[in-house]
C-alpha cells in the first residue's frame, strides 16, 4: 500500500524542516505525502520491492542546490515559495519502497536508518514520526519493538549503493 510508506516518507522529511508553523508543517506533509503518492503510482510493486527502486529514491541537499522536484512541487502548492530556507544543512536520501522506508546521509552511508518496516509479524516506525502523522493524517503507525534482525539491521541490512540520480529527479536551484 503506497499510501502508508509515502506518509512515513513525508513525516520524515517535514520532522527536518526549520522554521515551519503548525499549520504549514501540517499543510507540506499532507501534500508531500499526495506527491509522493501520485508520483509511485505506477511505479511500486509490492511482490518485488526493488523494482523501480530508483525512481523511488529521493535526494534533499539544499547546500548544493539540489532539491527534488516533489519536494518543490508540494511547497509550492502550500505557498512555501523559499522551501531551501527550510531545509536541514545536512543532505537525505530516502528510499522509499513497498514495506520499508530507509533514510540516509550520502555522504554517511554508516548512518542509515529504517524509519518503516513492515514484514509479516511486525510493523515499525519510528517514534518521533508519531506526533506529526496524527497532525497530519489523523491516523498513526502501530508501532512493536522488533529485533534488529527482523528489522533487517547490522549484518542482514538491505545495502544501497550510491546512485546517480538523472536531472528529471531534481532541479538545481539557488539557495544563496
Known amino acids: 500500500m503506497v499510501k502508508r510508506e509515502t506518509e512515513i516518507a513525508a513525516a520524515y522529511v517535514t520532522s527536518q524542516l ?3 508553523t503548525l499549520v504549514q508543517t501540517r499543510s507540506f506533509c499532507r501534500a508531500f505525502a499526495r ?3 501520485t508520483r509511485y503510482q505506477r511505479h511500486w510493486y509490492p511482490d518485488c520491492p526493488m523494482r523501480g527502486q530508483a525512481l523511488r529514491s529521493l535526494l534533499i541537499d539544499a547546500s ?5 522536484t516533489t519536494v518543490l512541487k508540494a511547497a509550492s502548492l502550500v505557498g512555501l515559495d523559499k522551501i531551501a530556507n527550510h531545509l536541514p544543512n545536512h543532505p537525505i536520501q530516502l528510499w522509499i519502497d513497498p514495506g520499508e522506508v530507509e533514510v540516509c546521509n550520502p555522504r554517511d552511508s554508516s548512518s542509515n536508518q529504517v524509519v518503516f518496516k513492515t514484514t509479516k ?3 515499525y516506525s519510528a517514534s518521533h514520526l508519531e506526533p506529526l502523522l496524527a497532525g497530519a493524517f489523523g491516523s498513526s503507525i502501530a508501532v512493536s519493538s522488533p529485533s534488529d534482525a527482523q ?4 549484518d542482514q541490512a538491505r545495502s544501497h549503493k550510491p546512485i546517480t540520480l538523472s536531472r528529471h529527479n531534481f532541479e ?3 539557495v544563496h
Not at 548544493?64 to 527534488?68: F, H, Q, S, T, V
Open 64 to 68: 548544493a542546490g539540489l532539491i527534488d
Open 35 to 37: 506527491e509522493l503518492q
Open 172 to 174: 538545481q536551484r539557488s
Open 121 to 123: 509479524f511486525h510493523t
Open 151 to 154: 528489522l533487517g539491521c547490522a
Open 18 to 20: 526549520k522554521s515551519l
